[in-house]
C-alpha cells in the first residue's frame, strides 16, 4: 500500500515505513522499557503529544482489539488452536505448506 504523508519531518510513501516508524519503535525501543518500569512510569515520561494520542486513541484501540482477543481466547479454551496445530503438523506436506505461508507473510506489506 502506497501512503504520501509526511510523519516525524519526512515523507512516508510506503506502509511498511510507517510499520517501522511506529510498530517496530514500539516493540524494539519502547517495550524493554515498559517491562523495566511499567506503563505508568512511561505515560509520566514520553512527550506530550505522545500522552494526547495515547488519551485519544486508547479507546479505540481496545474496543477494535477485544473482539479478536475474544476470539483468540475462546478458541484457545475450546481447543481449536491446539487441534489445528495438530492437525496442520501432522500433514506430510507440512514444511512445503509452512514455507508458503511463511513466505505469504514475509513478502506481506506490513513488514
Request: hydrophobic letters at 35%.
Amino acid at each position: 500500500m502506497r501512503l504520501n504523508t509526511k510523519y516525524c519531518g519526512k515523507t512516508v510513501t510506503l506502509l511498511s515505513e510507517a510499520f517501522n516508524e511506529t510498530v517496530e519503535e514500539l516493540t524494539e525501543s519502547l517495550m524493554p522499557l515498559v517491562a523495566e518500569n511499567g506503563m505508568d512510569w512511561m505515560y509520566a515520561n514520553c512527550s506530550t503529544t505522545a500522552q494526547r494520542g495515547a488519551l485519544d486513541w486508547w479507546k479505540k484501540f481496545r474496543d477494535a482489539t477485544l473482539p479478536v482477543f475474544n476470539d483468540l481466547y475462546n478458541s484457545v479454551k475450546e481447543g481449536k488452536e491446539a487441534a489445528r496445530s495438530i492437525a496442520s503438523n501432522s500433514q506430510a506436506d507440512y514444511r512445503e505448506k509452512l514455507e508458503g505461508e511463511l513466505k505469504e507473510l514475509r513478502e506481506s506489506e506490513i513488514w
